[in-house]
Structure formats: structure tokens, C-alpha cells
């Protein structure tokens, strides 16, 4: 499986490896959204620095974010914290913030991101 989802104390930890198509990025959306304490998650941090390759397009990202906001309706204090080097992952991630109204913040690693959860006393 290109993506697995780990639950944490206070949120999620979603790591891709491989490559991933746009149907396993959606699969993990709806996943982490399907939590049954979604509304008690705090972060949901997003790792796609094994990624070598994907399918997911503009389109997925917007389907994605349409259902964050959705969710948003369930838990509107969740940040989200993406980790990627990858130019194309990260434009992606731009049109998702375009849509979605969940604070986001990039990374390029996990520690880094972790700190910063860390920060916002949300780790």
C-alpha cells in the first residue's frame, strides 16, 4: 500500500511511499476523515518524502479539499502540516490551500514539521 496511516495521540500520521495514484490519495483522505475521533484530532501530518512518482492531479487535490471542507463542519481546529521537496507535490499542495480553509504549513522533513506541531501544542 503507497500510503499508511498511523493514529497518534492527539492526531494522524499519513505516510506515502512508491508510487501513488490518484485513487490511493483520495482512499487516504477519506480514511483519515472516517477516524472516529475525528473530531478530537488535532493535526493530521502528511509525509510524502518517499514518493517517487503519483497520478494525482489538480482535479484530485480539489476533490480532496471539497471534502475538507466538509469535514472542517466535524473539526475545524485541525492543522495540517505537508512534507515534501518535490516542486510538483508542493504546487499541489497550493491549490488544496486555495479550497480548503484548514491551517496548512510545508516541510521538508518530518522533524521539522513535528516541532512545529510541537509549537502549536498540538504534538
Known amino acids: 500500500m503507497p500510503f499508511q496511516i498511523t493514529r ?5 500520521y499519513k505516510k506515502f511511499s512508491g508510487f501513488v ?3 490511493e490519495f483520495l482512499q487516504s483522505v477519506f480514511e483519515a476523515q472516517s477516524d472516529p475521533d475525528y473530531d478530537r484530532l488535532a493535526y493530521s501530518l502528511n ?15 480539489e476533490t480532496a479539499a471539497a471534502y ?3 469535514a472542517e463542519l466535524i473539526n ?3 492543522k495540517i502540516a505537508i512534507v515534501c521537496i518535490d ?3 508542493r504546487d499541489l499542495v497550493g491549490r488544496f490551500t486555495a479550497i480548503s480553509n484548514y491551517p496548512l504549513a510545508l516541510f521538508t522533513s ?3 514539521a513535528r516541532n512545529w506541531l510541537q509549537l ?3 504534538a
Open 120 to 122: 502549536m501544542q498540538y
Open 21 to 23: 495514484s490518484k485513487t
Open 47 to 61: 509525509d510524502f518524502l518517499a514518493v517517487s512518482g503519483h497520478d494525482v492531479g489538480t482535479r484530485h487535490v
Open 8 to 12: 497518534e495521540q492527539r492526531g494522524i
Open 68 to 70: 475538507a471542507l466538509g
Open 110 to 112: 518530518v522533524e521539522e
Open 76 to 78: 475545524p481546529k485541525i
Open 87 to 89: 516542486q510538483d507535490i
